[in-house]
């Protein structure tokens, strides 16, 4: 019987884990701040492309050396 609760408790310690893997990298953000153009801040993407947010909250790109990361 230890056998059997001994191998629910890793079971059940496995799921979990992997329930908590799964949800961590969905949560990580895309874009990472990377230095300022003008007074905004600059992001870099998944892709590589540096940019900022403009006043109505669209993305401005600018030259990837702007980015200072």
């Not at 992001?43 to 947010?53: H, L």
């Not at 109505?56 to 200072?68: A, I, L, Q, T, W």
């Amino acid at each position: 019987m230890k056998t059997n609760v001994k191998q629910y408790l890793v079971l059940t310690f496995l799921i979990i884990f992997l329930i908590n893997c799964t949800s961590s990298n969905e949560l990580v953000s895309e874009e990472r701040e990377c230095g300022t153009h003008n007074g905004k801040l600059l992001f870099v993407g998944p892709k590589g492309g540096c940019y900022y947010y403009n006043s109505n909250g669209n993305k401005e790109y600018v030259d990837r050396s702007e980015c200072n990361c």
